[in-house]
């Protein structure tokens, strides 16, 4: 029988650019309102790369085809010429011209969503709360800040992509214990019987809502 299996990752504890203050309590809500929706959660945390790897290769043999599989991310994200890297908590401090260390450093995102799709899984639903802000201000670039782009791939149905902003922009971190992305996602999450896109879109509404109009959430499906 098919299953639902979730992993929810948070880093905080950056070693070497900006720590963050709330993305390991997001990724503990998010695992705590998973599980009452009847996913099997892994839940990670101050991902180092090495331990990060280890962790994508556990969810990789914790889902079969036919599955609905949910990814949540919460911590540092970086573009670098139109593709987005998920930061763990050892990546190097990098200035201009060092992309390279990043890139060598961390995961890359897309590689998340084909993963996923090569396990054949029915449904795949990626979310990405990063982009709290530039943990690389000495790096030029022309995007100046926030993640690219992403297309959740023409031929792979069943995939949905949610990011905390959009393109190019920055998210915030909020007053409350969770960030505005993950407030709103863990309201609209909790209702029944609604589409997923109706239900991503009470989730912008309700972040560009709280933060009047500075940061829009975004989908790809």
């Known amino acids: 029988a098919a299953k639902r299996v979730a992993l929810v990752v948070g880093n905080n504890d950056y070693r070497n650019v900006p720590k963050l203050l709330k993305a390991v309590n997001d990724a503990r809500t998010i ?26 290769l556990a969810f990789d043999k914790a889902v079969e085809a036919g599955d ?41 995102a897309d590689r998340i969503i084909e993963r996923l799709q090569n396990r054949k899984v029915r449904t795949a639903i990626l979310v990405f709360d990063a982009c709290r ?16 782009i992403v297309d959740a791939k023409v031929g792979s149905p069943g995939t ?25 996602l863990l309201a609209a999450g909790k209702e029944s019987g609604i589409p997923i896109e109706e239900t991503f879109k009470r989730v912008r509404l309700a972040v560009n809502k709280v933060t009047d109009g500075r940061q829009t959430p975004w989908d790809s499906s």
Do not use: C, W
């Open 160 to 184: 949905f992509l949610s990011f905390s902003t959009s393109p190019g922009a920055v998210a915030e971190d909020g007053t409350g214990s969770n960030s505005p992305y993950t407030t709103a």
């Open 133 to 148: 802000n530039n943990p690389f201000p000495d790096i030029n670039k022309s995007a100046g800040g926030g993640l690219a």
């Open 68 to 108: 609905t599989a949910f990814f949540f991310y919460a911590g540092h994200g970086f573009e670098i010429a139109g593709q987005n890297f998920l930061l763990p908590t050892d990546v190097p401090a990098a200035t201009e011209g060092q992309e390279e260390l990043v890139r060598d450093a961390s995961v890359l």
């Open 31 to 56: 695992g705590d309102t998973l599980k009452q929706l009847g996913f099997t959660v892994m839940v990670a945390e101050n991902q180092s790369r090495q331990a990060f790897s280890q962790t994508l």
